[in-house]
């Protein structure tokens, strides 16, 4: 945890937004908290410009929300936004899965079976942080091998706003059989069966939604933003 005594200088816009985003995984900042931008001035010593930068990099990853002449606020996903997103999601990787198929050669195949192995070890370690950006990045990886850039920024968009959730709710059975699934997928891709493949991404997100309590209740009570920052 940053020291707000420290001298404004060593207080970087990444070193604030990484501050920040650990409040965020470790839920001592809870979804919908409010980001006041004099508040964390305060905490950080930095000027609200600084703070400003630090919250633009959070928005980027889609950690928090900036509304415009309301602030910032940490992001909260409703059922029904989750619901949109995984809809969105079947329909752009289905096409997804079988151009891979068509398209993966054993270089990309050595990328994807690293990947994995960066899987099983985070869900052996129980990073939750690791485990779930991982899970998301699987997706991605299918995009970039592809070739397809447009596809490739939208799912990293979509699979941010839903890893979020995943750090807190998803489970450590629930995050293993995801990772299964991935290793299914694959199996499926190297025999050339897109049929087979198609199927089981579409299985695995469905089963990825259903794993996703969006609507539960936080576990950690709502606390004031400097204090919640500041607490070790």
Do not use: W
């Amino acid at each position: 945890m940053l020291d707000p005594t420290t001298p404004a200088v060593t207080n970087s816009c990444e070193e604030i937004a990484a501050d920040i985003a650990a409040a965020i995984i470790e839920r001592r900042l809870p979804s919908g908290t409010k980001l006041k931008e004099e508040a964390l001035a305060r905490v950080y010593s930095v000027s609200r410009t600084k703070i400003r930068a630090a919250l633009l990099m959070l928005s980027k990853d889609e950690l928090i929300e900036i509304i415009p002449e309301k602030g910032a606020c940490v992001c909260k996903l409703s059922e029904r936004e989750a619901r949109e997103i995984f809809a969105v999601r079947r329909t752009l990787e289905a096409c997804l899965a079988r151009d891979f198929v068509t398209i993966a050669k054993a270089d990309d195949y050595r990328r994807i079976d690293a990947h994995l192995a960066l899987e099983r070890q985070a869900l052996a370690q129980n990073d939750l942080p690791l485990r779930a950006r991982l899970l998301g990045d699987f997706h991605i990886l299918l995009a970039d091998i592809v070739g397809n850039l447009v596809l490739k920024e939208i799912l990293r968009k979509l699979t941010a706003r839903t890893s979020l959730i995943a750090m807190h709710q998803q489970s450590s059975e629930d995050a293993s059989c995801s990772s299964d699934e991935h290793a299914l997928f694959i199996e499926a891709a190297k025999a050339g069966n897109a049929d087979a493949a198609v199927g089981i991404m579409l299985h695995h997100l469905d089963q990825v939604l259903k794993a996703l309590h969006v609507d539960a209740p936080e576990s950690v009570d709502k606390k004031d933003l400097v204090k919640a920052l500041l607490a070790a």
